[in-house]
């Protein structure tokens, strides 16, 4: 398995997943043309990917999966919840509410906690978990057996506390339909995988975290060594094969 990490951040989220010769996009929330660049300069492309697996409707995950999907004819797998808030214009859906396959290969998707209806998925051994406020009981049976993972580690709670964002908004964040703290994502891999050997931290705040931050959370809180990586929010992050 290989996995591209193509955007991550509250300013677009995108990820490739290649598996036994079938190539999964996991989101698309920054344009096509964006996306394209990003992945040929990894020395990917959009035509041989077989479908595009969308976590939630919020922007930063969809708004480039329509025109992608119309461009290169690649169906766009979502939820009912997803499909009936989408506007992308005409493109071909496929709507699951349980475990399906994409050409073969297995996915299952993972019930997450947000302001709105949301997933990560589970292709192998391979998790993506973004724009949750809490582990949930999925999540928690789901990781453990798991031997590589994306999972977002949004902020520093200090940084959102003392921050210049409204109080609603601050509370949101904070919620358990929110986002994952720093603290909160190194802790679930510390205590929940035991079978991880290689972690990538996604979808950072812009205002209230930093790579830095982040990276010195997960070796302080992470009591065993596992190969891991901080995400990008600028850029293409990079490939791994797993």
């Given at each position: 398995?290989?996995?591209?990490?193509?955007?991550?951040?509250?300013?677009?989220?995108?990820?490739?997943?290649?598996?036994?010769?079938?190539?999964?996009?996991?989101?698309?929330?920054?344009?096509?043309?964006?996306?394209?660049?990003?992945?040929?300069?990894?020395?990917k492309s959009l035509e041989d990917v077989s479908g595009i697996l969308i976590t939630h409707g919020h922007s930063d995950h969809?708004?480039?999966?329509?025109?992608?999907?119309?461009?290169?004819?690649?169906?766009?797998?979502?939820?009912?919840?997803?499909?009936?808030?989408?506007?992308?214009?005409?493109?071909?859906?496929?709507?699951?509410?349980?475990?399906?396959?994409?050409?073969?290969?297995?996915?299952?998707?993972?019930?997450?906690?947000?302001?709105?209806s949301s997933c990560g998925f589970v292709i192998s051994k391979f998790g993506y978990f973004t724009d949750t406020g809490m582990?949930?009981?999925?999540?928690?049976?789901?990781?453990?057996?798991?031997?590589?993972?994306?999972?977002?580690?949004?902020?520093?709670?200090?940084?959102?506390?003392?921050?210049?964002?409204?109080?609603?908004?601050?509370?949101?964040?904070?919620?358990?339909?929110?986002?994952?703290?720093?603290?909160?994502?190194?802790?679930?891999?510390?205590?929940?995988?035991?079978?991880?050997?290689?972690?990538?931290?996604?979808?950072?705040?812009?205002?209230?975290?930093?790579?830095?931050?982040?990276?010195?959370?997960?070796?302080?809180?992470?009591?065993?060594?596992?190969?891991?990586?901080?995400?990008?929010?600028?850029?293409?992050?990079?490939?791994?094969?797993?």
């Amino acid at each position: 398995m290989e996995i591209s990490v193509i955007a991550s951040g509250s300013n677009g989220n995108c990820c490739l997943v290649e598996d036994h010769g079938v190539s999964l996009l996991i989101d698309a929330g920054k344009s096509c043309r964006e996306i394209e660049g990003r992945m040929s300069r990894l020395g990917k492309s959009l035509e041989d990917v077989s479908g595009i697996l969308i976590t939630h409707g919020h922007s930063d995950h969809i708004s480039g999966a329509g025109i992608i999907s119309r461009k290169f004819e690649i169906p766009v797998y979502m939820t009912k919840e997803v499909f009936s808030t989408a506007s992308l214009g005409e493109f071909e859906s496929r709507i699951f509410s349980g475990d399906f396959d994409v050409n073969g290969l297995k996915v299952k998707p993972v019930t997450t906690s947000h302001n709105v209806s949301s997933c990560g998925f589970v292709i192998s051994k391979f998790g993506y978990f973004t724009d949750t406020g809490m582990v949930t009981k999925q999540m928690k049976k789901t990781i453990p057996g798991l031997n590589s993972i994306l999972l977002e580690s949004n902020h520093d709670v200090d940084m959102v506390s003392n921050g210049h964002y409204p109080a609603f908004l601050k509370k949101w964040i904070l919620s358990d339909e929110g986002h994952l703290s720093n603290d909160n994502a190194s802790s679930i891999i510390q205590e929940n995988g035991k079978k991880l050997s290689f972690v990538l931290l996604g979808h950072l705040s812009e205002n209230h975290n930093t790579p830095d931050i982040a990276s010195e959370v997960f070796n302080s809180l992470v009591k065993r060594k596992i190969e891991f990586s901080v995400c990008s929010r600028d850029k293409e992050s990079g490939s791994w094969k797993i």
